[in-house]
């Protein structure tokens, strides 16, 4: 049945939106082992789209804390997240 899908993770009714935000952006930096400090632009890169493929920039607000816990602007963001969208 198209309704019995499993979600790859467990959906969250407990947390407020900032919250989820930042929970996701730790999982990716974690299973990736991200650092702000020695990380280049293709790592960057690279975890804008994992974060992208995990839905994080559907939520309002996420680009804003997603640049900042990358440590690039707001507008490098998004042209990371159009470069994605047209891969």
């Given at each position: ?30 299973d ?19 974060l ?36």
């Amino acid at each position: 049945n198209q309704f019995e899908s499993v979600p790859n993770e467990p959906e969250r009714f407990d947390l407020s939106t900032e919250e989820i935000i930042n929970e996701i952006i730790n999982t990716v930096f974690l299973d990736s082992n991200y650092n702000s400090l020695t990380s280049s632009k293709s790592e960057k890169k690279e975890i804008t789209k994992m974060l992208y493929q995990r839905g994080l920039f559907k939520f309002k607000g996420a680009v804003y804390i997603a640049s900042t816990r990358l440590d690039v602007s707001q507008q490098t963001l998004y042209r990371y997240i159009k470069e994605i969208e047209t891969e």
